[in-house]
């Protein structure tokens, strides 16, 4: 096995993937470096391609206004840009190399056409794929709430107690 199809076994996104698919998806893919200071993408970019980190660090960053915010310092064996094979929408952040990067490049289009000659293994991808975007959502939502003062809020003496009978629930 090549060191590639390691890498992309340690993924999270591509667990379970059987090794025909891997190695289909690395010859339609690309090995790349940056230096530190290279933009691997901009917020904006137009977007269809993501990225396994081989080695280095990349710094994601969201603009606000004119000023940058680091959201994020991705590592060996992360991933990015995953967001774009879901929504083919522009990139929703810019990444930055902080050290010389090596990294994969998987294109869209590979797994287009993998939805055409395995529909099971591109199934399982996705799956995998929603279960990393929400992975990451739930960080960023733990990240927020740490990071806001919300205020408290008591819901009352006994939160157990049964409803009143005048009440009507929404939820059944």
Same mark, same amino acid.
């Given at each position: 096995?090549?060191?590639?199809?390691q890498? =992309?076994?340690e993924v999270p996104i591509f667990g379970a993937i059987r090794e025909d698919i891997i190695d289909f998806l690395l010859a339609s893919g690309r090995a790349m470096?940056?230096?530190?200071?290279?933009? =691997?993408?901009?917020e904006?970019?137009?977007?269809?391609?993501?990225?396994?980190?081989?080695?280095?660090?990349i710094a994601v960053l969201k603009a606000h206004g004119e000023r940058?915010?680091?959201?994020?310092?991705?590592?060996?064996?992360?991933?990015?840009?995953?967001?774009?094979?879901?929504?083919?929408?522009?990139?929703?952040?810019?990444?930055l190399a902080l050290t010389h990067v090596s990294l994969l490049e998987i294109d869209s289009a590979a797994l287009h056409e993998l939805y055409q000659r395995d529909l099971e293994q591109f199934a399982l991808i996705q799956m995998n794929m929603?279960?990393?975007v929400t992975r990451r959502?739930?960080?960023?939502?733990e990240h927020i709430f740490r990071q806001l003062d919300f205020p408290?809020?008591?819901?009352?003496?006994d939160p157990d107690m049964p409803w009143p009978e005048s009440a009507t629930r929404v939820d059944g």
């Open positions: 096995m090549s060191k590639h199809a890498l =992309l076994r470096s940056l230096r530190a200071g290279d933009w =691997l993408m901009r904006g970019d137009p977007s269809g391609s993501m990225y396994v980190i081989e080695r280095g660090e940058q915010y680091l959201i994020n310092t991705l590592r060996d064996g992360d991933c990015i840009g995953e967001m774009a094979l879901f929504d083919l929408m522009p990139r929703s952040a810019s990444a929603g279960r990393e959502l739930r960080e960023c939502e408290e809020f008591d819901p009352g003496p």
